[in-house]
């Protein structure tokens, strides 16, 4: 089993800052990616911004300039510092983490999600 336990949403206002922790433990041989999803009300879940094991990043157009994903591969936590926040980065942000870990049918590679942190931008 994996678990993701996310830290750092919260209430700020328009172009304020916020930073999200995600650290990932259980039975994890290697994690090939982490990274932030959001899900704002009546919209799909979208990216936010992804980090490679080997350290390549996407981010969404919508928060380039403004967000940073960075990675602790020996702590297996991925943070996102959020900056210049706006009303539309409103939304219940996701950790996830494509971890490969030993199952019965072997070694395999599976996605986790953590439970969700709500961040909130006031106008």
């Known amino acids: 089993q994996v678990q993701l336990v996310e830290s750092g949403g919260g209430l700020v206002q328009a172009g304020g800052s916020l930073r999200l922790s995600c650290a990932a433990s259980g039975s994890i041989f290697s994690i090939n990616t982490m990274g932030w999803y959001r899900q704002a009300p009546g919209k799909q879940r979208e990216l936010v911004a992804l980090?490679?094991?080997?350290?390549?990043?996407n981010y969404a157009d919508s928060v380039k300039g403004r967000f940073t994903i960075s990675s602790d591969n020996a702590k297996n936590t991925v943070y996102l510092e959020m900056n210049s926040l706006k009303p539309e980065d409103t939304a219940v942000y996701y950790c996830?983490?494509?971890?490969?870990?030993?199952?019965?049918?072997?070694?395999?590679?599976?996605?986790?999600w953590g439970q969700g942190t709500q961040v909130t931008v006031s106008s």
């Open positions: 996830n983490a494509n971890a490969k870990v030993i199952t019965t049918l072997g070694w395999r590679n599976y996605d986790y």
């Open positions: 980090v490679t094991r080997d350290g390549s990043i």
